[in-house]
């Protein structure tokens, strides 16, 4: 499974690079034109990643004029991120070869396939949210997740 995400991954990414964003760029992208300008801490939290690396990228969208950043009204300290218009038209662009190579992909499934696989995702994401909220609530619990690494240890 891991093989194939990086599979398609790495495929995605050189089709959307043609049209001159990466998958990793377009994902601040997205965000942005999905939910508004944002706060760089904001960005960080909602995509998963180090504050720093946020900065960073942002610097780099900034300089290409994808993203243009703003003082925030409400903290003069915090600067407010929000999409241009030609990071708009990239993101357009980069989003077409996207669904196209993974449409092309998963075209070499039939309908039942495609359904059946549908299912299994469906069950391992419910079966991967149930243990997150169990880790997020033993995090919660010293003595529990004391309890969940001894359990681990004999397993």
Request: one cysteine or more.
């Given at each position: 499974?891991?093989?194939?995400?990086?599979?398609?991954?790495?495929?995605?990414?050189?089709?959307?690079?043609?049209?001159?964003?990466?998958?990793?760029?377009?994902?601040?992208?997205?965000?942005?034109?999905?939910?508004?300008?944002q706060?760089?801490?904001?960005?960080a939290?909602?995509?998963?990643?180090?504050?720093?690396?946020?900065?960073?990228?942002?610097?780099?969208?900034?300089?290409d004029?994808l993203?243009?950043?703003?003082?925030?009204?409400?903290?003069?300290?915090?600067?407010?991120?929000?999409?241009?218009?030609m990071g708009?038209?990239?993101?357009?662009?980069?989003?077409?070869p996207?669904h196209?190579?993974?449409?092309?992909?998963?075209?070499?499934?039939?309908?039942d396939?495609?359904?059946?696989m549908?299912?299994?995702?469906?069950c391992?994401?419910?079966?991967?949210?149930?243990?997150?909220?169990?880790?997020?609530q033993?995090?919660?619990?010293?003595?529990?997740?004391?309890?969940?690494?001894s359990?681990?240890a004999?397993?």
């Amino acid at each position: 499974m891991f093989k194939l995400y990086h599979q398609v991954s790495r495929l995605v990414n050189e089709c959307m690079m043609d049209e001159g964003v990466s998958l990793a760029r377009s994902k601040f992208l997205l965000l942005l034109e999905c939910q508004g300008p944002q706060r760089s801490t904001d960005i960080a939290c909602a995509l998963g990643f180090a504050p720093r690396t946020v900065t960073e990228a942002i610097d780099g969208l900034e300089r290409d004029k994808l993203v243009m950043r703003e003082p925030d009204p409400k903290d003069r300290r915090a600067k407010i991120v929000s999409i241009t218009d030609m990071g708009r038209t990239v993101i357009s662009a980069a989003q077409q070869p996207q669904h196209k190579t993974i449409e092309a992909i998963f075209n070499v499934l039939t309908d039942d396939q495609k359904q059946h696989m549908k299912e299994i995702i469906r069950c391992l994401s419910e079966k991967t949210e149930e243990l997150q909220r169990e880790r997020d609530q033993n995090a919660g619990d010293p003595s529990a997740a004391a309890s969940t690494r001894s359990l681990q240890a004999v397993g």
